[in-house]
């Protein structure tokens, strides 16, 4: 083997070029199987939204408009 930088090594036994080697026959690529996308559904929430997704906004009696339980005098 010849080292590109030093022309003094020699060239060993062996490390000769190599014989052509015959072409590999060409496979034509196995056709390609088409997925059938998975049909999406859609699926009911537990409680309704309004259009933006959110849960719909209901009054409840024993909370105020912050959310906070209302106190009562019986």
Known sequence: MRDKKDNATLDLPGFGPAEPMEPEPRVPP??????????????ELLEPTDASGLPVWERDEQLDVTGLPVWRKN
């Open 30 to 43: 196995a056709p390609r199987v088409r997925r059938v996308p998975v049909r999406q559904e859609q699926l």
